[in-house]
């Protein structure tokens, strides 16, 4: 038999599913928990991505996890501080927050949120309650055949939150997800599932960031199924601004209904190795979906974004904007998948990458790739990487700007065509800040 | 709609002109492959020793290796051992002069629409011919050799030049490259050798024409190009294969070396049988084409138009390691009914400088899928490297597939990559506006299609150019989606 990639992790893994198991007690008998038991088996027989697999060509993400994670199933205590705690979250935003530390939902933390048409739950008490939408749509979306870390994920996570937003339901706050991890004793691993229907005609903006604080690495794993019913419009956003010691797998699942707006934003800031995953299917007419991302790596980070839009039925739109910066040894991956299915007829469909290198050492991999089966479509992908613009350079510095701050004035630019999509104020302006202070140092 | 469909129907529908088959008597080898046929062929050949070894090894590692799978293409396996791995023309004597070549072999290639005497008198161009592998003809022998120029068969080059061949072969598409390679290597029955040595520039375009006409026949061809420095050569390729029911394999190799400010010219016209309306027969082509620009200021440059094989897999890639060296590719890859063709290039920039341009034209029509696949790599010492890729694809009718997979590795901060990619159809608006000047619809796509493989087709020479048209127009002509 052919040895198969992440062996030792599987090892170790084993035990902790039988644990886990039987800790479960009534639960052992739930669909969600056959979800899981098949996602492990998947996992036990095809294994991890090895360095040949074509998804994880660039980011050998088994070889990292074997090599930084014991893995033995068990957290430290949390105990960070308020303030460590607060300093984590998004300043003057105004949402409805719920926050979970070390992977476990916190009741005393999180908002209670009363607001009509919103249902924000904790995953964990759904399942306990037998809820039916968290049974229902556990695993549903996010296929654990398809990608072993989503088996992973299927697997062990018990915790997330289930938001349902009713029908015509407008929530005019955003949502927001805090995953604060710490690692200051020890490794710290956790794995989270969310759960997301909007309703028809209703409106909702959702956020989640991870963070950690110490200096022991944390390998987590999160995976969000999505409906946007009929006419739904959902913001999404994911914000990875974590340690450099920290190892993150973001699997984002999405399906549309007609003449929905689904748009999904990753601002990938700092970590160690990130892995995104946006599969967003279109499976119905008179779609619109935008997936925006901004990666600014340094040091050693290393980000790898893999997107699909998924036309499946006439008269879609999709457009598609990553823009990277890489510096230090950072090394940015990118695949952008447009699949356009022989039904999607009139479907127009974008994508532009754009990457700037300002170090030596920086890579980028880069692979736009769009597969169509049907002719009478409008499709183009654009995709360059290179350096400044020396002429633009030159420009500002005949102007008495000093080179550091010209230089800072043309990557903010670059970055800025992500980040004006951004309609919240306070996201925009918080991500600003970062990456000023990112771009001028 | 109900018109277009008809003049779709119309023109998607016309058959192979080149399926007929001649009766020479061949030699051939018994079926299957094993260390014996490999001494037979190489035997047949008179070869010297180190030629056998050479092929042994080549299919040593050929046994080691799992076929590939990647490629976005479908087709049944090939039987290795159910094909007939040698088969020549049977050769009374030695022939000299094209007056002493079969006369029947000579009306086969003026039917290909190759007359080789005409050719030589007219147009100036030296041609290689092989039939079922094996090269039955060169024009113009004598007129190159007074400038030193080495073109002739590769199994005469092995006898009579086989310090180069020993040099330059498998230097850079290694015997064990990959699973087609590695068989070429073990099987190759015949192909080109050209060597244009130092300072030289070739007078006259230089043509090679492959036929397959056997039945259960592989070919397996081998070119290898050596342009040392300062030299400058036009290379044509042509191919065509007659219509059986059984598929064919077509896995050929070859090899370009570019010395300091050489420049090599690569222009193929690959019209392979591409199996009848229901996908049935058809060449498989699974070709390894690469070149390397050694030295600085080497420049070579890819053509081809892709029109034929029921399945196609072909990357002929630049190694672009003198600084200064340019690679390009320009490719025209059409594909009706049942075809299927992934196809591309690599460029790796290794050298300081270096540039490359890739010009990518892929055209689906009937139930075919085309892919493009290609990689630029720029390695961390490649500073100041240029590329700029695009691929298009057309569209015609809504049964086919177009695919785009390309990779792009930079390694190098000072380099400038730029990818583009469109995918349309043909639009009625451009139908309607030929037709109001009284174009009808199926010369409006040929002019359509032309125009928009012209990038690509304006790289060819003359009178390439002239049946790459023709063959356009043959393939697709009127397709409107």
């Given at each position: 038999m052919e040895k198969i990639a992440g062996q030792s992790i599987l090892n170790s893994l084993e035990t902790q599913f039988e644990a886990f198991e039987k800790s479960l007690n009534g639960q052992s008998k739930s669909a969600a928990h056959a979800v899981r038991k098949e996602a492990f088996s998947s996992l036990k027989n095809s294994g991890f991505p090895g360095p040949k697999n074509e998804e994880y060509k660039f980011t050998n993400f088994t070889r990292a996890v074997e090599k930084n994670?014991?893995?033995?199933?068990t957290n430290a205590d949390f105990g960070l501080t308020e303030a460590q705690i607060s300093a984590t979250q998004i300043e003057g935003l105004d949402a409805h927050k719920i926050v979970f530390l070390n992977g476990i939902y916190s009741s005393e933390l999180s908002d209670n949120i009363q607001v009509e048409g919103l249902k924000v739950e904790s995953l964990a008490e759904g399942f306990k309650a037998n809820s039916a939408l968290a049974q229902a749509n556990f695993g549903k979306k996010a296929s654990f055949a398809e990608d072993a870390f989503v088996a992973l994920n299927t697997a062990f996570s018990q915790h997330g939150v289930t938001i349902e937003i009713a029908d015509k339901?407008?929530?005019e706050k955003p949502i927001v997800l805090y995953f604060i991890g710490d690692s200051s004793t020890a490794e710290l691993s956790y794995h989270i599932r969310n759960i997301v229907v909007a309703g028809k005609f209703s409106q909702a903006t959702i956020i989640e960031k991870f963070d950690t604080v110490g200096e022991h690495k944390s390998f987590t794993t999160s995976v969000n199924e999505i409906s946007v019913s009929d006419s739904a419009h959902l913001r999404f956003f994911k914000i990875e601004n974590d340690t450099e010691q920290a190892y993150h797998i973001s699997n984002i699942h999405a399906s549309q209904g007609a003449n929905s707006n689904f748009k999904a934003f990753t601002f990938s800031l700092n970590g160690a190795m990130i892995r995104n995953n946006l599969n967003i299917k279109l499976q119905a007419e008179g779609i619109e979906t935008y997936m925006n991302g901004l990666y600014l790596l340094d040091g050693k980070t290393h980000v790898d974004n893999h997107t699909v839009a998924d036309h499946?039925?006439?008269n879609c739109y999709s457009n598609e904007l990553y823009k990277g910066i890489m510096d230090g040894s950072s090394k940015g991956v990118f695949n952008g998948k447009i699949f356009v299915r022989p039904d999607a007829q009139k479907t127009n469909a974008f994508q532009s990458n754009k990457n700037i290198l300002i170090s030596d050492k920086a890579t980028v991999n880069t692979k736009p790739q769009l597969e169509i089966w049907a002719d009478d479509v409008s499709c183009s992908h654009g995709c360059t990487t290179g350096q400044l613009d020396m002429d633009a350079l030159f420009y500002l510095q005949a102007r008495g700007i000093q080179k550091d701050k010209a230089r800072a004035i043309l990557l903010k630019a670059f970055a800025n065509d992500v980040l004006e999509t951004v309609e919240n104020e306070a996201i925009k302006e918080y991500l600003a800040a970062i990456i000023e202070k990112r771009l001028e140092k | 709609m109900s018109k277009d469909d008809q003049i779709l129907e119309e023109f998607t529908s016309k058959?192979?002109?080149?399926?007929w088959t001649v009766d020479f008597e061949a030699d051939e080898a018994p079926k299957g492959l094993n260390d014996d046929i490999i001494r037979f062929i190489s035997a047949k050949k008179e070869e010297p020793q180190w030629m056998l070894e050479w092929r042994l090894e080549a299919f040593h590692a050929w046994q080691k290796m799992k076929e590939p799978e990647w490629a976005n293409v479908h087709y049944p396996k090939v039987d290795f051992q159910d094909l007939i791995y040698y088969s020549a023309p049977k050769k009374k004597k030695k022939v000299n002069s094209l007056d002493e070549v079969d006369p029947e072999m000579i009306a086969t290639f003026e039917r290909l629409g190759i007359s080789l005497t005409e050719q030589k008198r007219l147009t100036g161009v030296a041609v290689d011919a092989v039939i079922d592998s094996v090269s039955v003809a060169t024009t113009f022998k004598e007129t190159l050799g007074e400038l030193g120029i080495i073109f002739c068969s590769f199994s005469e080059a092995v006898r009579e030049h086989p310090e180069l061949i020993k040099k330059?072969?498998?230097?850079?598409?290694?015997?064990?490259?990959n699973y087609y390679a590695a068989l070429n290597a073990a099987v190759f029955s015949d192909g080109s050798f050209c060597y244009i040595p130092k300072g030289v520039r070739c007078p006259m375009e230089l043509s090679t024409y492959f036929r397959i006409n056997a039945a259960n026949t592989g070919q397996f061809e081998r070119t290898l190009i050596v342009a040392e420095e300062g030299s400058y050569v036009s290379y044509l390729e042509g191919c065509t294969a007659p219509m059986r029911d059984e598929n064919q394999l077509h896995a050929a190799v070859v090899e370009i070396k570019a010395a300091k400010n050489a420049e090599v010219k690569y222009s193929t016209v690959q019209n392979w049988y591409p199996g009848n309306k229901e996908g049935k027969g058809g060449i498989y082509n699974f070709v390894t084409k690469r070149g390397i620009c050694e030295g600085d200021h080497s420049k070579i440059s890819w053509t081809q138009v892709e029109t034929g094989s029921a399945v196609t897999w072909k990357y002929p890639s630049c190694i672009l390691k003198g600084d200064y060296s340019i690679g390009e590719f320009y490719s025209v890859a059409v594909t009706n009914n049942f075809q299927q063709a992934d196809t591309g290039t690599k460029m790796i920039h290794i050298g300081k400088n270096t540039k490359s341009r890739i010009v990518s034209k892929g055209i689906s029509a009937g139930k075919s899928q085309n892919s493009y696949r290609g990689q630029v790599h720029v390695m961390k010492r490649a500073t100041n490297a240029r590329n700029f890729s695009q691929c298009d694809s057309l569209l015609m009718g809504d049964k086919c597939g177009a695919h785009t997979f390309p990779y792009i590795d930079i390694e190098n901060q000072s380099a400038q990559v730029e990818h583009e990619a469109t995918t349309s159809k043909i639009g009625e608006d451009q139908i309607f506006y030929c037709q109001q000047r009284g174009i009808d619809a199926e010369t409006a796509v040929a002019l359509i299609v032309n125009g928009y493989a012209k990038e690509v087709l304006k790289q060819l020479p003359m009178e390439f150019a002239v049946e790459a048209q023709k063959l356009l127009a043959l393939t697709l002509e009127g397709s409107v989606g």
């Open positions: 994670f014991e893995l033995n199933g339901a407008v929530i499946m039925m006439p | 058959e192979y002109e080149f399926g330059h072969m498998g230097s850079v598409v290694p015997a064990n490259d």
